[in-house]
């Protein structure tokens, strides 16, 4: 089965350090940034191959070899689902966010309402903490005491398997006001399998926390 292809999506707000976004972006297909990512995606020693939005963020001039996808201030969608459309179109089944972090909280929720979209981001990383959107299963080395919270996608109360997690999700059933919140690992390995609906994995990324390979099986990419 041909491996479906990976976008990644610099957007505002805080993200990870240098060492994290070269592990991140090391397996990706296609790179992008939206409007003030620009600058986290340049800063970080990446130059995407484009940049998309109303440009309000970022005023320096664009580096040459960067194409610009410009939008109006006014507009009905937001510089990060523009820019993930621009991805999609570019042929990046499966996309990851950087950055996002910190700032204004409506932004920050309104990031949060693109993973209960029919096609969701697969992965989001801001300064500390991976989240990554999980509808069949995933398996992850993850040190020993690593705190993780684990929350179900609007819509469908999800039923879902673990292994390595202090409170087992087998036989619960999570919804908006059921959730698994400061779970830890127990074991060096997490497993979960998800038997209905969708669910979000929540990490906070410790410095031997290792980023999942685009290649390894989880979720979309399968």
């Not at 980023?211 to 990419?221: E, N, P, T, Y």
Request: hydrophobic share 45%.
């Amino acid at each position: 089965m041909q491996r479906k292809k990976w976008g990644v999506l610099f957007i505002g707000g805080e993200g990870p350090s240098e060492q994290r976004v070269a592990q991140i972006c090391q397996d990706a297909d296609l790179i992008a940034a939206a409007d003030g990512g620009l600058q986290k995606a340049l800063d970080s020693g990446v130059v995407p191959a484009a940049v998309i939005g109303d440009m309000d963020s970022f005023t320096s001039a664009i580096p040459d070899g960067i194409e610009l996808e410009h939008h109006p201030i006014d507009k009905d969608y937001s510089d990060t689902e523009l820019g993930i459309a621009w991805l999609r179109r570019k042929g990046m089944q499966n996309i990851v966010l950087i950055g996002g972090g910190g700032g204004r909280m409506d932004h920050l929720f309104a990031i949060m309402t693109l993973f209960w979209l029919p096609n969701p981001p697969c992965r989001w990383y801001t300064a500390q903490d991976e989240l990554i959107f999980v509808r069949e299963s995933m398996s992850i080395v993850a040190p020993l005491e690593q705190i993780v919270s684990i929350f179900a996608i609007p819509g469908k109360p999800v039923s879902a398997k673990s292994q390595g997690l202090f409170w087992p999700l087998d036989n619960l059933v999570l919804d908006t006001s059921h959730l698994s919140l400061s779970n830890r690992v127990i074991a060096k390995q997490v497993q979960l399998s998800v038997l209905s609906g969708a669910l979000l994995f929540l990490r906070n990324l410790s410095d031997d926390s290792k980023i999942i390979s685009f290649k390894a099986k989880v979720d979309a990419d399968s």
